[in-house]
């Protein structure tokens, strides 16, 4: 099983600790596309008009600033560097030694700076979004789905890919549809279904954490992926399209 993770608007900054070395992440043949990114994000957020670019307020100069220097700010784990609702439900620092490899192993974060990066990997906090438009390099979503097919695929192997990740980081790459779930979350109101984008990513990040501390085997199928989420939700499933993957419906009352 391969869990896809978005990346959190909030970062938690790292202290202390050694500054990030792109040679050490995952995925090495991203190499010179984080370079790319990472030189292209530093020259933007320089610029005087770096907030616009980067579709971001001046209450955040702070994480613009940083953004020039990221190779040498302090580094710290993925599952530590990421806040935020998703996170803070799939409760990392929680979870015993066995459940920690074992989300290490299975998730793989989707990001804007990085392409995709373990769950483990160490990171400086960074401010940049998939949706930006950075000069340099263009649109982010379009750049790396021209970078990640390859090593994802790879990575996942034939294991079940579930995909937790929000739409806008969806759009950096498509996993294969017959081996592959996207987990949608819908509150009911009025008797209408509707999304709500807190209480989505707050069960997104409670679906990956039952995933990666329930006992048995993971699940190998959108199927069994919909028996497990039935452990804990009312959930539905969609089966895969030619073109779309399952769709995992996991729906709140």
Known sequence: MLILLPPSEGKTEARKGEPLRLEDLHFPELLSARRAVLTALAEASSANDAHSILGVGESLAADVRRNVILD???AAPAHDVYSGVLYDALDYAGMTAAQKRK???????VSALWGAIGFGDRIPPYRLSMAVDLPGTGRLAGYWKRHLADPLVQHAGADLVVDCRS?????AWAPPVHQSAA???YQVRNGKRTVVSHFAKHTRGELARH?????GTPPATPEALLRAA???WT????PASTRKPAQLSIILG
């Open 72 to 74: 040498e700010v302090p």
């Open 103 to 109: 989300a290490r192993e299975q998730c793989v974060v």
């Open 167 to 171: 739409s806008t980081y969806a759009a």
């Open 183 to 185: 987990v949608n979350v």
């Open 211 to 215: 995933l990666l501390t329930r006992r």
């Open 230 to 232: 039935r452990e804990r």
């Open 235 to 238: 959930a539905e499933l969609e």
